[in-house]
């Protein structure tokens, strides 16, 4: 892998195959790096190109460079993890009916008993309860997230 570093923009260039690394895996990966790095992307058909460029100011090559090998195990990393779930998934999808299928009471489970008053009582106080958990923890104002800055704006 070719990195090709800018000490001067702070930057990072690099590109990766797409056959091998998914948009979701480098989306993933540069919001993990997003407190370190702006990350922008380009793609062609065959490739993503990326560039990094890192928000410290007093970055040598050495460290642009380490940082552009970080990121590349981290996108490995997001890659694998996709990898390893789709090889599990009919695993966990067994796992999780047969959890829901005992949880109701086997195959010939009894059917659901009228809800009592106590029953709808205390599900009308859950759910105010969850409302009001909602209405406490829920942001009030979310910042626009504009697209960031293209490196070229960063040299004027």
Do not use: C, W
């Not at 949880?103 to 009592?116: F, L």
Request: proline share 6%; net charge neutral; charged share 30%.
């Amino acid at each position: 892998m070719k990195l090709s570093l800018d000490r001067a923009e702070r930057s990072v260039s690099f590109s990766v195959p797409r056959r091998i690394y998914s948009d979701d895996a480098l989306r993933i990966a540069a919001h993990v790096f997003s407190s370190r790095v702006e990350v922008y992307h380009e793609e062609s058909k065959t490739a993503h190109s990326l560039t990094l460029v890192a928000r410290r100011r007093d970055l040598d090559e050495a460290a642009l460079e380490a940082l552009g090998g970080e990121f590349l195990n981290e996108l490995l990393n997001q890659q694998y993890r996709f990898a390893v779930a789709r090889l599990n998934r009919k695993v966990a999808d067994v796992i999780a009916a047969q959890t829901l299928l005992s949880a109701r009471g086997g195959e010939d489970a009894p059917a659901p008993a009228e809800d009592s008053p106590e029953v709808k009582a205390e599900v009308e106080r859950l759910m105010k309860a969850a409302a009001e958990e909602i209405k406490r923890t829920m942001p009030k104002r979310i910042p626009p997230q504009g697209a960031p800055i293209p490196p070229e704006a960063h040299a004027r």
